[in-house]
Nanobody
Framework: VQLVESGGGLVQPGGSLRLSCAAS????????MGWFRQAPGKEREFIGR????????IYADSVKGRFTISRVNAKNTVYLQMDSLKPEDTAVYYC????????????WGQGTQVTVSS
């Protein structure tokens, strides 16, 4: 499967941004899709995940209540809606595939930069 993120950019604090992650190729092998981010000098951070079949979501505490993950199965696309953005949300954001409930994330997109600054 190939994953391509889009939608990053510069936004002011308190603003919103929606990222997209389009999957192509072996999309039937998707159990779930996760979002991660990595800020300069920091380790990669798990943001949340959506299960492909039923749309169930989980979120990291750092983004709970501000970020929302959704998917459109027919488009093989997952979204990350980010509201009430803070400067500390600045990072490169990645989507990744989880091919089964027991597997890790084994396919990654190239990442998209999100910068929150006034």
């Amino acid at each position: 499967v190939q994953l391509v993120e889009s939608g990053g950019g510069l936004v002011q604090p308190g603003g919103s941004l929606r990222l997209s992650c389009a999957a192509s190729g072996r999309t039937f092998s998707i159990y779930g899709m996760g979002w991660f981010r990595q800020a300069p000098g920091k380790e990669r951070e798990f943001i949340g995940r959506i299960t492909w079949s039923d749309g169930m979501t989980i979120y990291a505490d750092s983004v709970k209540g501000r970020f929302t993950i959704s998917r459109v199965n027919a488009k093989n696309t997952v979204y990350l809606q980010m509201d009430s953005l803070k400067p500390e949300d600045t990072a490169v954001y990645y989507c990744a595939r989880k091919s089964s409930s027991l597997s890790g994330y084994d396919a990654w997109g190239q990442g998209t930069q999100v910068t929150v600054s006034s």
